[in-house]
Each structure stands twice: as structure tokens, then as C-alpha cells.
């Protein structure tokens, strides 16, 4: 049974940065896709970013050059690095993970694990 637990949430000003994490648990090591996803309220969830086995990355439009991806396998941890934050971040964010090939990695339902979500609001 896969775990995902997100921390570091919270509140920023404008252009201010945030950096999430996500510990998993559980049978893990073979996880062949990791994302972060997002979700706003009356909005569909959406992929931000996401990062494959091999260490490749692939982040939206909307945040590319801005937040950064990265895991450390010896920590089962998935993080999220977000700079030059903007309001229209604003959302619950959330931890995913597939053990198999994805082929959409932005499309939230090619996942089967979830975390429970952390809110980043920025003002």
C-alpha cells in the first residue's frame, strides 16, 4: 500500500517562493512516474510537473522557469520548488504517483496514488 503525505503549504506574497514536499511510503521504489498536481477551487486538477524514473522532467507552460521538480530516492521524498510566485498559484497542491508507463503525465487521472493534498495561497 503506497502513501503519499505533502507538507510545506502555506501563504506567500507575490514573487515570494515555496517549497513543497511529498514523503512516500510503501511500495515505492518501483514508482515509474511522480507529479505534482494542482487544483483550484471550481477548477479541473491539473498536472504542474512531473519527473519519470530516469530523472526526466517536464513541468506546464504556466510554470516552467519557475518552480523545479527534484527527488531524492534515499528519502522516498518528492519535492516541489516554487519561485516568482503569482496569485493565479493559488491552489490545493498535490503529490502523485503510477507505478506504470504514463503516457499523459498531466492528465491527473493516468495516476492511481494520491496524496491528501496542501494548500498554497499567494496574495
Known amino acids: 500500500h503506497v502513501q503519499l503525505v505533502e507538507s510545506g503549504g502555506g501563504s506567500v506574497q507575490a514573487g515570494g517562493s515555496l517549497s513543497l514536499s511529498c514523503a512516500a511510503s510503501?511500495?515505492?521504489?518501483?514508482?515509474?512516474?511522480m507529479g505534482w498536481f494542482r487544483q483550484a477551487p471550481g477548477k479541473e486538477r491539473e498536472g504542474v510537473a512531473a519527473?519519470?524514473?530516469?530523472?526526466?522532467?517536464r513541468y506546464a507552460d504556466s510554470v516552467k522557469g519557475r518552480f523545479t521538480i527534484s527527488k531524492d530516492n534515499a528519502k522516498n521524498t518528492l519535492y516541489l520548488q516554487m519561485n516568482s510566485q503569482k496569485p493565479e498559484d493559488t491552489a490545493m497542491y498535490y503529490c502523485a504517483a503510477e507505478p506504470a508507463s504514463v503516457v499523459s503525465w498531466w492528465k491527473y487521472n493516468e495516476y492511481n496514488y494520491w496524496g491528501q493534498g496542501t494548500q498554497v495561497t499567494v496574495s
Open positions: 519527473i519519470d524514473s530516469d530523472g526526466s522532467t
Open positions: 510503501g511500495y515505492t521504489s518501483n514508482m515509474y512516474c
